[in-house]
């Protein structure tokens, strides 16, 4: 593949991801990551402890939050991919808005930015750490 071709599918696994949590479908989203990946700042907005390392961790945590929601939405905008010198690494940038409402209860809306360290798999590219910079997390009460 040639650069553009590997930003593409760099691409296309960032919306693979948010199109795999708008289903809720936690064991479809650890295709998304190499098998040794971090996942930063996202289990503390729901007071879990930090990071989540390797697939069953990040598996086990978002398996029980999906279900305890009746839907989400993820916004992104991806805003830079850079590769790395030798192509076996790359990062990118993903602003992102995120609505979900859980069952029975409020809807939770989040404003904030992933910045992601991928890597080549013979699988394509993987997330080998995801951090999420939150700039706002907010309840609104049912029905708002």
Not at 45 to 58: F, S, V
Not at 75 to 88: A, C, F, H, K, M
Not at 126 to 133: N, Q, V
Request: proline share 3%; net charge negative; aromatic share 10%.
């Amino acid at each position: 593949m040639n650069e553009w071709e590997h930003k593409a599918a760099i691409c296309e696994l960032i919306n693979k991801y948010s199109g795999i949590a708008g289903r809720l479908h936690a064991h479809a989203l650890g295709e998304c990551f190499a098998p040794d990946a971090q996942v930063h700042g996202v289990a503390p907005l729901l007071g879990q402890p930090e990071p989540l390392t390797g697939l069953a961790a990040i598996i086990d945590f978002f398996d029980p939050v999906f279900g305890g929601l009746e839907w989400l939405v993820q916004q992104n905008t991806i805003t830079d991919v850079v590769l790395s010198e030798d192509g076996r690494g790359a990062t990118a940038s993903t602003n992102l808005v995120e609505s979900a409402q859980r069952k029975g209860a409020e809807t939770l809306q989040l404003t904030g930015r992933y910045e992601d360290e991928l890597v080549w798999t013979a699988q394509g590219w993987r997330f080998g750490k995801r951090t999420l910079k939150t700039f706002q997390f907010r309840l609104l009460e049912a029905g708002s």
